[in-house]
C-alpha cells in the first residue's frame, strides 16, 4: 500500500518557524518495508491538488483540526482510507469520525500495525485505542522520511507527559503519567545525530533532579547545544543550571503563565505559585542562559491592567523571546469545562467556526470584554517584538552576547516578529461550513 503522512499547517502559508515533528520518523520506522511511503510538511511546503494513496494519514491538533477536516474532504476517493490520530483524536474522537474512516486515539505507536494490517485485509475499524504500556526506548526513528532541513535543528524527546496538571494544558488529555527515556538512550541517539543544535520538546525536561543530572553529566561530552522547557521548580536549583550550561544548554523555555497569584492558583500552576519570578530570573542569567517566557492572560482574577504589568515584567526582565496568549479553552480541559458550564464560550467549537480567527477570544472574560484580550495581547506582542524593544532588550543584557546566544536572540526575535502579522486574525484552516460549530 501506499500511506501518505500529513503534517498540518494551520493556515494556507508556508512557515517560518517550523520544526522537524517527531511522529512520523517514529511511524516510519514501524512501517513494514513492503509499504511506500511519503511525507508532506504542510508548513514547509504547498500540497498537492490530489494525493493518489491508499491510506492519507493527518495527526490532529485542536488548532488544525479544521484544516484536517477541510483536507479529508478534499482527498477523500472512494479507494482510499483517511486515518487521523494526535491530540484532538483523544478528546474528540466522534467529531473525528465524521471526516475519516478511523480514528488512533492515543499514541499511535501502540495501533498502528494492527490498523495497517487491518487495512491490508479491507476491514479497518472506526476507533483503535491505545495504552501507555509501550516503554519508549522501544521506539526508534527512521528520519529518512524528512525531505526538509528544518534549518539543521535536531528535535528529540526524553518523556511523554508532565508532572503537573494546569487546568489549561491540553497534556492530561493524551498522558495520564509520565514515561521517560534513560539518560544511556538519549546519549546514543544524540551520539548518532548529525545536528549540532538540538531542542528537547518534552513539556517539562525536569522530573526529578537526579535524572535530570545524570542526563546532563552523560550528553556533554558530545558537544552539542541545546534549548529545552523546565518548570519554575528547577530554575531555583543552582547546581541543575550548572549542570545543564555544562551540558550545552543555551535557552531554558518557563511558563511564567501570570504575574497574579489568584490567576495561578486558578490554573493550578502549583509550582509556580511560591516563586520570586525576577530571583528565578537572575539565577538563570548567572548561568548564562537566554529565557523564553510564555504568559497566558484573560484569568478570572485579571484585570485590564494585567496586559501593562505583565509587558513591563517581561522588558525590565529582559527576556530573549516571549509568548504572550490569551488563554484558550481547549476541549478536554478542566478550564473548557467549567467555562461550558458557566455559559462563557463564544463558539460551540472554536476550532470549528468559520467566524473564529486566530488570536482572537474563544470565550467571555469576567473582567474584561473579548475585544479587550485580544488587543491587549496583540498590543503586547507588537511592542515586544518592534525594532526599538528587541534593541532594548538586546544591549541590557551581556547574556544576550555569547557567540550562540546573540544568533538565536535574533533569528527568534526576527521570526517571531514576522509570524505574529502572517497569523494574527487569519482563518484557522479555511471555510468548512460546519452549521453547528457556533
Known sequence: MKITFIRLN????????????????????????????????????????????????????????????????????????????????????????????????????????????????????????????????????????????????????ISRGCKFNCDFCSIKTMYKC??????????????????????????????????????????????????????????????????????????????????????????????????????????IYRHRLLIYGTFVLGCDGDNTDVFDRTYEFAVKNKLAVTNFNPLIPMPGTEVYSRMEEQGRLLYKRWWLSDRYRYGETAFQPKNMTPEQLRDGCLKMRTDFYSVRCVLKRLFSNPVNFLPMNLLVFILANIISHKEIHRKQGQLLGGILNETDAD
Open 10 to 157: 494551520m493556515f494556507e502559508h508556508i512557515s517560518s518557524d517550523a520544526m522537524k515533528p517527531l511522529l512520523f520518523s517514529i511511524i516510519k520506522n514501524l512501517t513494514p518495508e513492503e509499504h511506500e511511503i511519503d511525507f508532506i510538511d504542510e508548513r514547509v511546503e504547498k500540497l498537492p491538488e490530489q494525493i493518489d494513496s491508499d491510506i492519507i494519514a493527518f495527526s490532529v491538533e485542536t488548532f488544525t483540526a479544521k484544516r484536517a477536516y477541510i483536507l479529508a474532504k478534499k482527498y477523500r476517493t472512494d479507494k482510499n482510507i483517511i486515518v487521523m490520530g494526535g491530540f484532538h483524536a483523544c478528546v474528540m474522537p466522534d467529531e473525528i469520525l465524521k471526516y475519516a474512516d478511523s480514528v488512533i486515539i492515543g499514541d499511535a505507536e501502540d495501533s498502528w500495525g494492527e490498523f495497517l494490517a487491518d487495512c491490508a485485509a479491507g476491514k479497518p475499524r472506526k476507533k483503535y485505542i491505545s495504552g501507555e504500556s509501550r516503554p519508549l526506548e522501544l521506539l526508534h526513528e527512521d528520519r529518512s522520511v524528512y525531505k526538509h532541513g528544518y534549518y539543521g535543528i535536531g528535535v528529540y524527546q
Open 178 to 283: 509520565v514515561r521517560r527515556k534513560s539518560a544511556e538512550v538519549i546519549y546514543e541517539e544524540l551520539r548518532q545525530s548529525r545536528e549540532k543544535i538540538i531542542f528537547f520538546v518534552d513539556d517539562n525536561l525536569f522530573y526529578d533532579r537526579a535524572s535530570a543530572i545524570e542526563l546532563f553529566r552523560r550528553i556533554a561530552p558530545l558537544k552539542k547545544k541545546w534549548a529545552c522547557q523546565i518548570s519554575m521548580d528547577a530554575a531555583r536549583d543552582d547546581e541543575l543550571l550548572t549542570e545543564m550550561k555544562k551540558s550545552g544548554c543555551f535557552l531554558v523555555l518557563m511558563g511564567f503563565e501570570s504575574l497574579n497569584p489568584e490567576s495561578l492558583g486558578e490554573m493550578h500552576k502549583t509550582a509556580n505559585r511560591s516563586a520570586d519570578f525576577e530571583e528565578v530570573i537572575k539565577r
